[in-house]
């Protein structure tokens, strides 16, 4: 099995995608005591990720914090592109630093849109639904890729450390696929390390919140990452903490600033052994793992190192399309659009795919099977915010008391309040897009 960014597959089987790709669950205990967890979290619709753990402790002991995502526009907004904005919104209201990429090369390199059509549809489309949405300007950058040069600088000099077998092997790239979109995957490193430099607020924890088609390119950007550090922090086999020098200029001096580091910590139990370019603390955890390597991250300025921290990713289930498909825009049917006329948007909620049975009088007997009706997954991820409600739709329709027509009615309500909520600010957000840039 293999991930592809850029293709329109739908994934059923979250969980194997997450064990075959080295995803780690996302369990409650890495949401449950954050301040008024998002329902996305809640929910499970975010399944997986990779070292939230990191952004989880930020948030705990306050510690500075970044977003980092990214859209490609393509056409109109719909319900699946409203998911990461949602999610970025939260993380906001919770003291994340907001960095937004809008992905013009990405889109100009693979579906051959120009970078004006691409700048209009950001800026009379997505940016006028975000702010809609609820995006606040401060501590807020959105950016375009093909505009900021310092992330377009790191992505080619990053490059450095990637061969073209491993882009073969991760993307399926052959001699017909373009230049630009070779380049892709290392601008979107570039996206994705440029908020630790320090004109963008330095080294730190930094998440990116994705669908999974996207995974792909946060192990780039992990693997990038790692191999441009001066440091490595590991678990050796015979189980001790030890820091280790990667690059073979200045080992005395890096090994002298890395006891410093650890002294700084309180860590005193060091056995230093200049042989191997490392130093072995005896007293340290694995859970003092994070701390350390990020204290040396910081440190690494001084060697003219990059420092990065590995970025830390979630994963978002994809919403499916009102007709069972995947909800894209070039499914005008399977998607509702924050545009969308409210006369639009009801047909498409009355024509959607449920889980209601054949008959009525089937209905009443076995119940319907909200795990597979497009209504039900329109509550769950956007129209709904009371678990308790959603918890007695839930039990009325399996249990046969609740029917698909009221259903479909209360969706389409529910749906009609948030359009109508949606355009008057976008009215009003109109003049405030430059405070977003
Ligand atoms: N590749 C993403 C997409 O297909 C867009 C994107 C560009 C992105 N840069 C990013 C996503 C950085 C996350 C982080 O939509
Ligand atoms: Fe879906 Fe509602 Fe019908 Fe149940 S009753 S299958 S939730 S539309």
Same mark, same amino acid.
């Given at each position: 099995?293999?991930?592809?960014? /850029?293709?329109?597959?739908?994934?059923?089987?979250?969980?194997?995608?997450?064990?075959?790709?080295?995803?780690?669950?996302?369990?409650?205990?890495?949401?449950?005591?954050?301040? *008024?967890?998002?329902?996305?979290?809640?929910?499970? =619709?975010?399944?997986?990720?990779?070292?939230?753990?990191?952004? *989880?402790?930020?948030?705990?002991?306050?510690?500075? /914090?970044?977003?980092?995502?990214?859209?490609?526009?393509?056409?109109?907004? *719909?319900?699946?592109?409203?998911?990461?904005?949602?999610?970025?919104?939260?993380? &906001?209201?919770?003291?994340?630093?907001?960095?937004?990429?809008?992905?013009?090369?990405?889109?100009?390199?693979?579906?051959?849109?120009?970078?004006?059509?691409?700048?209009?549809?950001?800026?009379?489309?997505?940016?006028?639904?975000?702010?809609?949405?609820?995006?606040?300007?401060?501590?807020? *950058?959105?950016?375009?890729?093909?505009?900021?040069?310092?992330?377009?600088?790191?992505?080619? =000099?990053?490059?450095?450390?990637?061969? /073209?077998?491993?882009?073969?092997?991760?993307?399926?790239?052959?001699?017909?696929?373009?230049?630009?979109?070779?380049?892709?995957?290392?601008?979107?490193?570039?996206? !994705?390390?440029?908020?630790?430099?320090?004109?963008?607020?330095?080294?730190?924890?930094?998440?990116?919140?994705?669908?999974?088609?996207?995974?792909?390119?946060?192990?780039? $950007?992990?693997?990038?990452?790692?191999?441009?550090?001066?440091?490595?922090? =590991?678990?050796? @086999?015979?189980?001790?903490?030890?820091?280790?020098?990667?690059?073979?200029?200045?080992?005395?001096?890096?090994?002298?600033?890395?006891?410093?580091?650890?002294?700084?910590?309180?860590? $005193?139990?060091?056995?230093?052994?200049?042989?191997?370019?490392?130093?072995?603390?005896?007293?340290?955890?694995?859970?003092?793992?994070?701390?350390?390597?990020?204290?040396?991250?910081?440190?690494?300025? %001084?060697? %003219?190192?990059?420092?990065?921290?590995?970025?830390?990713?979630?994963?978002?289930?994809?919403?499916?399309?009102?007709?069972?498909?995947?909800?894209?825009?070039?499914?005008?049917? $399977?998607?509702?659009?924050?545009?969308?006329? !409210? !006369?639009?948007?009801?047909?498409?909620?009355?024509?959607? @795919?449920?889980?209601?049975?054949?008959?009525?009088?089937?209905?009443? @007997?076995?119940?319907?099977?909200?795990?597979?009706?497009?209504?039900?997954?329109?509550?769950?991820?956007?129209?709904?915010?009371?678990?308790?409600?959603?918890? &007695?739709?839930?039990?009325?329709?399996?249990?046969?008391?609740?029917?698909?027509? %009221?259903?479909?009615?209360?969706?389409?309500?529910?749906?009609?309040?948030?359009? %109508?909520?949606?355009?008057? @600010?976008?009215?009003?957000?109109?003049?405030?897009?430059?405070?977003?840039?």
């Amino acid at each position: 099995m293999k991930i592809d960014p /850029w293709s329109s597959t739908t994934y059923q089987d979250y969980s194997r995608l997450r064990d075959e790709f080295g995803i780690q669950e996302f369990t409650d205990d890495l949401w449950n005591d954050l301040p *008024h967890p998002h329902r996305l979290l809640r929910r499970g =619709i975010v399944f997986g990720h990779r070292d939230f753990q990191l952004i *989880h402790d930020s948030v705990v002991k306050n510690k500075p /914090w970044a977003i980092l995502t990214g859209l490609m526009p393509s056409g109109k907004m *719909h319900l699946g592109h409203k998911m990461v904005i949602d999610e970025v919104i939260y993380y &906001q209201s919770i003291g994340a630093d907001i960095f937004i990429a809008v992905a013009d090369v990405e889109a100009f390199a693979t579906r051959g849109y120009t970078l004006e059509e691409t700048k209009e549809m950001a800026l009379n489309e997505y940016v006028p639904n975000y702010i809609a949405l609820g995006l606040k300007p401060e501590k807020c *950058h959105i950016y375009f890729q093909s505009e900021n040069s310092d992330v377009k600088d790191l992505g080619y =000099i990053l490059g450095k450390k990637v061969n /073209w077998s491993q882009m073969i092997a991760t993307y399926g790239f052959d001699g017909s696929t373009n230049m630009t979109h070779i380049f892709s995957p290392l601008l979107q490193t570039g996206d !994705i390390l440029h908020v630790q430099l320090k004109k963008y607020g330095g080294i730190r924890p930094t998440l990116v919140p994705v669908g999974v088609d996207q995974d792909p390119h946060i192990r780039l $950007s992990r693997d990038i990452a790692q191999s441009h550090r001066l440091y490595n922090v =590991i678990v050796t @086999k015979d189980n001790k903490i030890g820091v280790f020098v990667k690059v073979d200029k200045n080992i005395e001096k890096l090994l002298d600033n890395a006891e410093q580091v650890l002294n700084d910590l309180n860590f $005193s139990q060091l056995k230093r052994i200049n042989d191997y370019k490392a130093i072995y603390i005896s007293e340290a955890k694995e859970h003092d793992i994070p701390l350390i390597d990020e204290q040396l991250a910081k440190s690494e300025h %001084n060697f %003219n190192g990059y420092g990065f921290i590995q970025p830390s990713s979630t994963y978002h289930r994809f919403i499916t399309g009102l007709t069972g498909e995947k909800m894209s825009s070039s499914k005008p049917e $399977s998607a509702l659009f924050l545009t969308d006329s !409210i !006369i639009d948007a009801k047909k498409k909620i009355m024509n959607a @795919k449920t889980g209601g049975a054949v008959t009525l009088e089937e209905q009443k @007997k076995s119940g319907g099977k909200p795990g597979e009706c497009m209504i039900y997954e329109l509550f769950l991820y956007h129209l709904i915010e009371d678990d308790i409600e959603l918890k &007695q739709i839930y039990d009325s329709c399996t249990q046969g008391k609740q029917m698909c027509g %009221n259903c479909k009615k209360y969706a389409s309500d529910l749906m009609e309040k948030l359009l %109508n909520i949606l355009s008057d @600010k976008r009215e009003k957000a109109k003049d405030k897009i430059k405070d977003y840039f």
